[in-house]
């Protein structure tokens, strides 16, 4: 397979214009899914239970593509195989990532059940945006050698790893708040939640846009911006959530930025 710098940037394009679309969508009225699933405190129907997925069956398939479409890439590269730069980036911090989402994350949480269409959705999703990251760094990046050293690879590095730590704890604080089998929805507590409601959220945006910037390529800047456009108006959504409904939550706390916002 040869790299075309036309698909990259189609694709790209794409993937940006699809995040403005999205926060255009929802930044005034959130996805139904999660706490904001239209009837969420009914018991619903049987016909509504099979149009839905368990949790952790609904993240294990959505995430799965994330992680399979640019290991196969990898896998069908000629050799050497992990070789180039671009190669180890993208399994170490691309696939790291979608692999602890896909069989870590996934099985352990305890968040309720995924209607089927959002989950048809995000399969779409991470099977083009694995295409896109898996394709350009697999057989189009190229980066000097002392490209290590620059401060762009080290600083990426690092603020995808912070990001990542934030991430995953504020996960597993939000895992905490609730005993197994249980769904109903509680006042976050710990860690960045001092400061934000969507803590795990911006815990991620810091993930990609580390990995921009240590990559130092559009595909990669463009799921950043994606990102932020799609968790974004989730995490001022959920800052909503909580204020109407605990009467004691902290004021204090901004949505998604630390004391900005």
């Known amino acids: 397979m ?5 698909l990259v940037g189609a694709l790209s394009s794409v993937l940006v ?28 129907l049987p016909q509504e239970r ?11 398939l959505q995430e799965l ?11 069908l590269r000629n050799p050497p195989h992990f070789a180039p730069l671009g ?10 990532h979608y692999f602890h989402r896909t069989f870590i994350y996934s099985f352990l949480t305890r968040g309720r059940p995924f209607p089927l269409h959002t989950v048809l959705f995000g399969m779409l999703f991470c099977v083009y945006n694995g295409f896109l990251q898996g394709y350009y760094m697999v057989y189009c990046a190229e980066y ?25 704890h504020s996960d597993f604080l939000l895992r905490k708040l609730r005993k197994p089998g249980e769904l109903n929805y509680k006042i976050p507590q710990g860690g960045l939640f001092v400061y934000v409601s969507g803590a795990n959220f911006f815990g991620e945006i810091l993930e990609w846009f580390g990995y921009a910037i240590a990559t130092w390529c559009l595909p990669a800047f463009a799921f950043a911006l994606f990102t932020v456009c799609f968790v974004g108006p ?14 004691g939550y902290p004021r204090s706390r901004k949505a998604l930025i630390p004391f900005i916002f």
């Open 234 to 247: 989730r995490a001022y959504h959920h800052h909503r959530y909580y204020l109407r409904k605990f009467t």
């Open 144 to 168: 000097p050698d002392d490209w290590c050293n620059d401060i762009r690879f080290t600083s990426g590095i690092l603020l995808f790893l912070f990001g990542m730590g934030i991430n995953i």
């Open 2 to 6: 040869q790299c075309s710098p036309s």
């Open 50 to 60: 099979r149009r839905h997925l368990p949790a952790k069956c609904a993240w294990f």
């Open 65 to 75: 593509p994330a992680f399979l479409v640019p290991a196969v890439l990898l896998a």
């Open 87 to 96: 190669c180890r980036l993208l399994g170490g911090m691309f696939c790291g």
């Open 17 to 44: 214009v699809l995040g403005l679309l999205i926060l255009w969508l929802y930044g005034r009225t959130p996805t139904r899914y999660g706490k904001h699933a239209e009837a969420a405190a009914e018991k619903p």
